[in-house]
């Protein structure tokens, strides 16, 4: 009896491991599964997950994997058809016509051509102060309608049916393809946004997205989970299951937590690593390093005094160091900047219009503006204070531009430091004099750069400058079909405006990052945001 017990034993034992090697050793094949499954740091809450209200990268960060447009940049930079597969354009290059693929929101909704008649016309609706409602622009009708000198229904988008869009411009735009796959062109599911205003405030069930990912939860000011969305209609090509945002606003944390496997990734553009590691950083050979089209300056308020004063902003930016700022700050290979739209633009910018650190110049530009002014001396200014979001690398800048401006021309100036929501709404404002921003190209093409400051109350002029001469050359470039004569035409505008000095351009941006070197292909594009759609992880 125990002989025969034996004998079935061994033969179920067989037959396990028989079944075990036939299915590739389950428990085993278990074990060496990866996870896909990113965790991320976004150091700051998203101003807005609406399509059309969002102006910032945080927000940038979440809508490239949650959404999707007309089109989307591929990892080579190009534009490709996305919620699109087919795009049509007239002889005289003015009207687009897009069939929509079969594809749904994460709620099951088919995506139709409503959705985008619907989010643009919202996003130009003045009513709704949509900070970026000027890239619609080039639409025909939609600039009037924003500026509140026309109709939103003759803005010259229409949905001939459910799968076509047919758009009008005003003029040939040979990036508009571009411009498609930018978030203030993504659709919104106009059904929920009709039924509910608040639709995008909060993860839930009306938090309808079209894109890779769909948000699962946000914990504001916390965090926000991304899962994989089933609907989305590439979905075979999305790797990731998950992606975790934290909200961290201390590189030094985030580096930390780098270190100890919590983060895959951290540095630009989900975040900032810290300036004192970054030396560290480059001797272990792991930092990464992207020359990107973007720009960090500082803006002046024009219409407060003494920044009012065309020589005193430029003795201010006549006089910062650049190049010890890039060296013993940043130190992530970025260029000095003394001019506005990046070198991969405008090749020459490398070198600019006025020269880094030119004290000399500055003392006679200060001299200049305080007989102006009717001052005796630079103590007798009225008080500057220079603001910044809350962030290790911004302080020290403007840390050391205070001591520059206090050594060089003997200038008190004041920091002040907020929280980026409650920043970005004063700049929006007005209630401030110096404020440092950042911006990275939206699309390959320098008047992305220039028309920011092309209208006063532009959406993300925030300077107040406006300069008829300026605006007309941005303008002329707008018909101007001879790409040539269109670059002068930028060019001569540029010049402008580093004339007159609204800003003060600090440096050219590279993004800085670290990552999990199991970690793959997280797209980081020259203009330097990064899409999610392509990443996942190797054994």
Not at 95 to 104: C, E, G, P
Not at 390 to 407: G, L, P, V
Request: net charge negative.
């Amino acid at each position: 009896m125990k002989k025969k017990m034996l004998v079935l034993l061994s033969l179920v034992l067989a037959l396990s491991a028989f079944l075990a090697a036939c299915s590739g050793g389950k428990s085993d094949g278990d074990k060496e599964k990866v996870s896909q499954d990113l965790h991320l740091n976004l150091t700051t809450e998203p101003f807005s997950l609406n399509p059309g209200l969002a102006n910032d990268s945080a927000s940038s960060n979440v809508l490239l994997q949650t959404f999707e447009g007309l089109t989307r940049i591929d990892k080579d930079g190009e534009a490709q058809p996305a919620m699109a597969e087919d795009i049509q354009v007239s002889d005289d290059q003015k009207t687009y016509t897009f069939k929509l693929r079969d594809a749904k929101w994460t709620n099951g909704d088919p995506v139709t051509a409503e959705d985008f008649v619907y989010a643009w016309k919202w996003a130009l609706d003045p009513k709704n102060e949509s900070q970026y409602a000027y890239q619609l622009y080039y639409v025909k009708g939609a600039e009037a309608a924003n500026m509140g000198k026309g109709k939103l229904d003759d803005v010259a988008v229409k949905a001939i049916d459910d799968k076509t869009l047919e758009v009008t411009l005003a003029n040939p735009t040979p990036y508009f393809t571009q411009l498609t796959a930018f978030y203030t062109y993504f659709p919104v599911n106009n059904k929920v946004a009709k039924a509910n205003p608040n639709w995008y405030k909060d993860a839930g069930d009306d938090y309808v997205s079209n894109g890779p990912f769909k948000m699962t939860d946000w914990s504001h000011s916390e965090k926000i989970v991304l899962e994989k969305n089933d609907n989305y209609w590439d979905k075979d090509t999305v790797k990731l299951n998950s992606v975790e945002f934290s909200m961290i606003n201390d590189p030094n944390t985030t580096l930390s937590m780098f270190d100890n496997g919590e983060l895959d990734r951290t540095g630009l553009p989900f975040d900032s690593l810290p300036t004192d590691s970054m030396k560290a950083l480059k001797d272990k050979g792991n930092l990464n390093t992207q020359a990107i089209a973007g720009t960090y300056w500082y803006k002046f308020n024009t219409e407060v005094k003494p920044l009012n004063n065309v020589n005193i902003r430029k003795a201010l930016t006549y006089a910062i160091d650049r190049k010890s700022i890039v060296e013993k700050i940043t130190q992530g290979g970025q260029i000095p900047a003394m001019a506005a739209v990046p070198p991969s633009m405008f090749p020459d910018n490398e070198k600019g219009y006025f020269n880094d650190n030119d004290v000399a110049k500055a003392k006679e530009f200060l001299k200049k503006g305080l007989e102006e002014l009717k001052l005796k001396d630079a103590s007798e200014l009225p008080a500057i204070t220079l603001s910044y979001n809350t962030d290790e690398a911004h302080a020290k800048i403007a840390q050391a531009i205070q001591d520059m401006w206090k050594r060089e021309l003997g200038i008190n100036v004041k920091l002040g430091n907020e929280e980026w929501a409650v920043y970005i709404d004063k700049l929006h404002s007005g209630d401030y004099q110096i404020g440092r921003m950042g911006w990275l190209g939206d699309f390959n093409d320098a008047i992305n750069f220039l028309e920011l400051y092309r209208d006063k109350k532009g959406g993300n002029n925030d300077t107040n400058w406006e300069n008829p001469e300026f605006k007309k050359l941005l303008n002329d470039s707008q018909t101007e079909s001879d790409a040539t004569k269109r670059q002068k035409l930028l060019k001569d505008a540029e010049a402008i405006l580093m004339d007159e000095l609204p800003i003060a351009p600090i440096y050219f941006y590279t993004d800085t990052w670290v990552q999990n070197d199991k970690l793959k292909d997280v797209v980081v594009s020259g203009l330097g945001d990064a899409q999610l759609k392509w990443a996942y992880f190797t054994k």
